[in-house]
């Protein structure tokens, strides 16, 4: 039995220790070789996905997955249009880490530990009695409110949901809808702006009624949440931190990729 994983995470040393212990002859995909996918029965692509970026770096083709066999398993972090486009092409499915309700639980606990250590190194104030904006309240957004709660902040949560509203609500935290001009009426006290949402919520008029010594900080997927040229000629301090568990704490992460992995193929050797 042969497995193909691309390289790239940390997180995936876990995979591949996994693999060879489970007996598989396992290979890292080389973009300089030609690669015959045609021969393994578990592929791990890229956590990431595949995008056109990853086509062009890797030397890959629209249809790398068209010989592969039909029975192979393939895992990938997350969709891209992209990966979508090649499994329609190939007509083979894939299975999605991040899709897994489990996985995301507990991959929230690493990135919630990262994101509170990248804002104290970031700022020059604490965190207690800082005002936190956090856009999006989903497995990440939720824990991450409780934690900045319990350092002491002053938290403002940007949601879409009536039923996130009416839990926030219940709990006490400040909260608006993102869609309406709340948004303005919050971000020129902001300290620190977290945003958890793959798509631009901050307008150019949020922008530009922050405080210049305003930190933001953007953990969502692509295509992100800031356009960071913008950023920049505003003069206001960001980062983009994709990956934060492969990060912080890579064996932990690995290892919750590793059960997902095992619940699928452990018991097909």
């Known amino acids: ?9 940390i997180r995936y040393t876990q995979v591949i220790i996994f693999l060879r212990e489970l007996g598989y002859e396992v290979d890292m995909f080389n973009s300089t070789k030609n690669i015959d996918s045609s021969i393994y029965d578990v592929i791990v692509l890229p956590i990431l996905g595949i995008t ?41 499915e894939c299975i999605y880490f991040m ?5 995301a639980k507990q991959n929230a606990i690493p990135t919630v530990e990262g994101i509170i250590a990248d804002l104290i190194i970031n700022t020059d104030i604490t965190i207690n009695d800082s ?38 609500d219940k709990n006490n935290f400040k909260n608006f809808y993102t869609s309406t001009q709340e948004i303005n009426d919050y971000v020129s006290i902001m300290d620190m702006i977290v945003n958890t949402v793959p798509k631009q919520i901050l307008t150019k008029e949020n922008l530009q009624s922050m405080k210049k010594n305003v930190y933001i900080l953007d953990i969502a997927s692509k295509p992100y949440g800031i356009i960071p040229n913008e950023l920049e000629m505003l003069g206001i301090k960001h980062k983009i931190y994709s990956a934060i568990p492969s990060s912080v704490a890579p064996n932990t992460a690995g290892k919750i990729l590793v059960r997902k992995i095992n619940s699928i193929i452990g018991g097909r050797k």
């Open 1 to 9: 039995m042969k497995a193909l994983v691309f390289d790239g995470d």
């Open 52 to 92: 056109t970026d990853d086509l062009i770096k890797n030397s890959l083709t629209m249809d790398f997955l068209n010989n592969a066999k039909e029975n192979v398993i393939l895992f990938s972090g997350i969709k891209t249009d992209i990966l979508a486009k090649m499994l329609e092409y190939s007509k083979k």
């Open 99 to 103: 899709d897994d309700e489990q996985i």
């Open 131 to 168: 005002n936190v904006m956090v856009l999006g309240y989903g497995n990440i957004g939720k824990p991450l409110v409780k934690v900045l709660d319990n350092l002491g902040a002053n938290v403002y949560i940007g949601i879409i949901e009536e039923t996130d509203k009416k839990e926030l």
